[in-house]
């Protein structure tokens, strides 16, 4: 079955820089959309950053442009977030999600999910 399992999450100062990383078995990697969502405590789950199936393509939420940058190794299976300059309110559950659709924003168009990592941005 399809699984999808992030790590690299943690504890950072304000201004820090992590690297997140989800693994992916089950399917054929090159043919997903491969997206990442965050979720802080009592929020709904937001969309961040997605890359198209070859990674020509990528999708930034707003809150995130110019600070995180989605990547992919399709030789790996994997697919990557690097967050810098972080924030406090980047302090969320950061889930990685596939889906064999085009590059898409909602989380009700992701079929798979993992389970997520906690990032924590301490000021």
């Known amino acids: 079955q399809v699984q999808l399992v992030e790590s690299g999450g943690g504890l950072v100062q304000a201004g820090g820089s992590l690297r997140l990383s989800c693994a992916a078995s089950g399917l054929t990697f090159s043919k997903y959309t491969l997206a990442w969502f965050r979720q802080a405590p009592g929020k709904d789950r937001e969309f961040v950053a997605a890359i198209s199936r070859g990674g020509a393509s990528t999708r930034y939420a707003d809150s995130v442009k110019g600070r995180f940058t989605a990547s992919r190794d399709n030789t790996k299976n994997t697919v990557y977030l690097q967050m810098n300059s972080l924030k406090p309110e980047d302090t969320a559950v950061y889930y990685c999600?596939?889906?064999?659709?085009?590059?898409?924003?909602?989380?009700?168009?992701?079929?798979?999910w993992g389970q997520g990592t906690q990032v924590t941005v301490s000021t």
């Open positions: 999600a596939a889906d064999t659709s085009y590059v898409r924003t909602s989380p009700q168009d992701y079929n798979y």
